[in-house]
């Protein structure tokens, strides 16, 4: 079943865009790594990766490490490709 370009209305409001975009380029990313990149509060990040992960395109996990709760959070297999639909579908819609 090949993966046909089309417009992601969860994906597409800018933070969003920016959260799978970064997480795209690895395989998983500290919560607080993305906040700092994205330039949101954590509330604002949490809201829009709620949306996300309901959608199941985001992962988040919760660990204890040295006694600090750490959240991260990764792309699924279905997030990564709706993002890349997505990115996609820009191109088309741009003339890229």
């Given at each position: 079943m090949g993966t046909t370009?089309?417009?992601d209305g969860v994906i597409h409001p800018p933070p969003r865009l920016q959260i799978c975009?970064?997480?795209a380029?690895?395989?998983t990313m500290e919560f607080a790594a993305v906040r700092d990149q994205v330039g949101v509060s954590d509330s604002v990040l949490s809201k829009h990766v709620r949306q996300l992960e309901e959608a199941g395109y985001v992962e988040v996990a919760k660990a204890t490490i040295a006694s600090r709760q750490r959240t991260s959070l990764s792309l699924t297999k279905d997030g990564r490709r709706a993002f890349d639909a997505h990115v996609?579908?820009?191109r088309r819609i741009t003339g890229g």
């Amino acid at each position: 079943m090949g993966t046909t370009p089309r417009f992601d209305g969860v994906i597409h409001p800018p933070p969003r865009l920016q959260i799978c975009g970064l997480l795209a380029a690895v395989d998983t990313m500290e919560f607080a790594a993305v906040r700092d990149q994205v330039g949101v509060s954590d509330s604002v990040l949490s809201k829009h990766v709620r949306q996300l992960e309901e959608a199941g395109y985001v992962e988040v996990a919760k660990a204890t490490i040295a006694s600090r709760q750490r959240t991260s959070l990764s792309l699924t297999k279905d997030g990564r490709r709706a993002f890349d639909a997505h990115v996609a579908e820009l191109r088309r819609i741009t003339g890229g």
